[in-house]
């Protein structure tokens, strides 16, 4: 990182600036330069010198100090036309009066690093510079442009149209650089700090004032000293906006104080905080889990973090990673600021990253749960089909063949009685196989949908039942199944525990939800914590991000409500 300039070095060249715009100043009163003119040079020598060199004291970093600096002597340069005559100064002036302007679009098209680092931004730079010199020279070589003493060949008429071309191109060079700004902004978005918007709004207002004045010089006319004065004052103003930021980044750097005392409430939100801090309210903060080896939001839900370097910045605790701020690119150019409150946010952020490790492992825990309950469904749906193609069948068919060797035996009644008995054994064992079956998958539901499920159901409850079922259609098989052991289950409690008279069911669909309602007239007393019934009924609504509740004051009968999400 190159170092920080000398105090000695930067007071020697603001000195310089200001001793020779005295000089320049001293130049034009006693040239006749109107005031006005004297005021807005001085105005931008002034803006871009100072700025330049506070830029390259904070930023030694980014060559926009330099650059800023070069800008301003630059705009000292030109004036020195105001010495009149042919001399060796008014010659200089003369050959640079055009170079500023082009410095002003370098300045503008290189924040903030100072570097042209895109093809178009060093096409569109050379151009001006090759323009405003060049163009500049051979207008003065074939005669244009007098007094000086530059003149090889007197062609007054070429030189003219050279200086207008001149004109011309570094005009055209001012709107290239606000269509490229236009195009970063709809590629990287508006900025998203203010001082940064403010600050790239000037930059193209300043490449159209430029464009304007160079087009008003080609057209001529009385107008243009008006709006000569007016764009260079205009241009004035980019500067100061860059020095209105850094006086921000200065003063939040200063607000830290704020931040620490915020964070130490241990704030359910630490984004807020962090945000105001840094003035970026586009800030994501990201954690790093080991566990799961890789980032999550403040959620726990698992995130890529941005491709572009320049919007983030990690977080170390101990050497290993914490967490890390995903922020406006513009940010990096404040690491001061940056390093001041990812030190003042790390303990906090350890907290953080605990929370977002437990929400993390609760989404682990919900996801293992429904894959659980998906896969106890598949083996459950196995188990009745091999029960239903292979036991039921050949019980059935075993009953059957005992009906025909019934009918031969006839007169034997002992062997008849003895093959009565057998067939009534089978006849007991497929019904309690179909019970069986029926308790591991409900094929009835996949079959037929939940209402048709739970009518049946309430036709073989041991108490009678009110049903009300008003579904409009069909919902997720897990969804219906649940709800179908919800009903089976508190109908089975209700036969067995509750000492009931009448049971009421009732399922309906209320927003994204489906709702499961059995309400019996019982001694009440049911509990989810004891038993394996209504637990396991508990576990699975819960697997499914559903609710199921218990109301059963002892000797008030029992009322069962599940909430599963079907949305």
């Known amino acids: 990182m190159p170092s920080r300039p000398s105090s000695v070095l930067l007071l020697t060249i603001g000195a310089t600036l200001v001793a020779a715009l005295a000089g320049i100043v001293e130049l034009g009163v006693s040239g006749g330069v109107h005031p006005a003119h004297i005021a807005i040079i001085s105005w931008l020598v002034l803006a871009y010198g100072i700025s330049g060199l506070i830029a390259w004291r904070l930023r030694p970093a980014s060559r926009l100090g330099p650059l800023m600096v070069l800008a301003g002597a630059g705009?000292?340069?030109?004036?020195?036309?105001?010495?009149?005559?042919?001399?060796?100064?008014?010659?200089?002036?003369?050959?640079?009066?055009?170079?500023?302007?082009?410095?002003?679009?370098?300045?503008?098209?290189?924040?903030?690093?100072?570097?042209?680092?895109?093809?178009?931004?060093?096409?569109?730079?050379?151009?001006?510079?090759?323009?405003?010199?060049?163009?500049?020279?051979?207008?003065?070589?074939?005669?244009?442009?007098?007094?000086?003493?530059?003149?090889?060949?007197?062609?007054?008429?070429?030189?003219?149209?050279?200086?207008?071309?001149?004109?011309?191109?570094?005009?055209?060079?001012?709107?290239?650089?606000?269509?490229?700004?236009?195009?970063?902004r709809r590629t990287q978005g508006r900025p998203l700090r203010r001082s940064l918007s403010l600050l790239v709004d000037s930059f193209a207002v300043g490449l159209v004032m430029i464009a304007v004045l160079l087009v008003v010089g080609v057209l001529g006319g009385p107008a243009f000293p008006v709006v000569q004065r007016i764009s260079l004052a205009l241009l004035g103003v980019a500067p100061i906006a860059f020095l209105a930021g850094l006086l921000q980044a200065r003063l939040a750097r200063s607000a830290v104080g704020d931040l620490v005392v915020a964070l130490r409430g241990d704030p359910a939100d630490l984004r807020t905080p962090i945000a105001l801090a840094l003035r970026d309210p586009s800030l994501d903060l990201l954690y790093w889990l080991p566990r799961f080896g890789a980032w999550a939001d403040e959620q726990g839900r698992r995130v890529t973090p941005p491709a572009d370097p320049a919007r983030i910045t990690p977080i170390d605790d101990e050497g290993a990673p914490l967490a890390a701020l995903v922020h406006d690119p513009a940010l990096r150019d404040e690491p001061a600021l940056l390093a001041a409150v990812t030190a003042a946010a790390a303990i906090a952020l350890r907290t953080g990253r605990l929370q977002?490790?437990?929400?993390?492992?609760?989404?682990?825990?919900?996801?293992?749960?429904?894959?659980?309950?998906?896969?106890?469904?598949?083996?459950?749906?196995?188990?009745?089909?091999?029960?239903?193609?292979?036991?039921?069948?050949?019980?059935?068919?075993?009953?059957?063949?005992?009906?025909?060797?019934?009918?031969?035996?006839?007169?034997?009644?002992?062997?008849?009685?003895?093959?009565?008995?057998?067939?009534?054994?089978?006849?007991?064992?497929?019904?309690?196989?179909?019970?069986?079956?029926?308790?591991?998958?409900?094929?009835?539901?996949?079959?037929?949908?939940?209402?048709?499920?739970?009518?049946?159901?309430?036709?073989?409850?041991?108490?009678?039942?009110?049903?009300?079922?008003?579904?409009?259609?069909?919902?997720?098989?897990?969804?219906?199944?649940?709800?179908?052991?919800?009903?089976?289950?508190?109908?089975?409690?209700?036969?067995?525990?509750?000492?009931?008279?009448?049971?009421?069911?009732?399922?309906?669909?209320?927003?994204?939800?489906?709702?499961?309602?059995?309400?019996?007239?019982?001694?009440?007393?049911?509990?989810?914590?004891?038993?394996?019934?209504?637990?396991?009924?508990?576990?699975?609504?819960?697997?499914?991000d559903g609710m199921l509740r218990v109301w059963t004051p002892n000797g008030g009968g029992t009322r069962v409500r599940a909430d599963l999400p079907c949305g």
Request: proline fraction near 3%.
């Open 75 to 184: 705009a000292l340069a030109g004036a020195l036309s105001w010495t009149g005559g042919d001399g060796i100064a008014h010659t200089v002036g003369q050959a640079v009066d055009v170079l500023p302007l082009v410095l002003f679009v370098h300045v503008f098209l290189t924040y903030p690093s100072g570097r042209l680092r895109a093809r178009p931004e060093r096409l569109i730079v050379a151009t001006g510079w090759v323009a405003a010199l060049g163009g500049q020279l051979a207008a003065m070589l074939l005669g244009g442009l007098r007094p000086h003493r530059m003149t090889v060949l007197d062609r007054p008429g070429l030189a003219a149209a050279v200086y207008d071309t001149e004109l011309a191109v570094v005009s055209a060079v001012a709107l290239a650089g606000v269509v490229l700004l236009v195009v970063r």
């Open 356 to 544: 977002a490790q437990l929400r993390a492992n609760l989404e682990e825990l919900r996801g293992s749960r429904a894959r659980v309950v998906a896969a106890e469904q598949r083996e459950r749906q196995r188990l009745e089909r091999d029960l239903h193609d292979g036991a039921q069948q050949r019980l059935v068919a075993l009953s059957l063949s005992l009906g025909v060797l019934q009918t031969r035996l006839g007169a034997d009644p002992e062997a008849a009685a003895l093959l009565t008995e057998a067939r009534t054994e089978i006849a007991v064992s497929l019904a309690e196989l179909r019970d069986l079956a029926r308790g591991l998958h409900p094929a009835v539901v996949s079959d037929h949908g939940l209402a048709v499920a739970v009518e049946s159901l309430a036709a073989r409850a041991p108490v009678p039942v009110r049903l009300t079922v008003d579904l409009p259609g069909r919902v997720g098989e897990a969804i219906e199944v649940a709800a179908y052991y919800v009903v089976c289950e508190s109908l089975a409690n209700i036969g067995k525990h509750a000492q009931a008279t009448t049971a009421t069911v009732e399922v309906f669909r209320t927003g994204d939800d489906l709702v499961v309602e059995v309400v019996d007239d019982g001694v009440g007393g049911a509990d989810t914590e004891r038993g394996t019934g209504l637990r396991g009924l508990a576990d699975r609504v819960e697997a499914l």
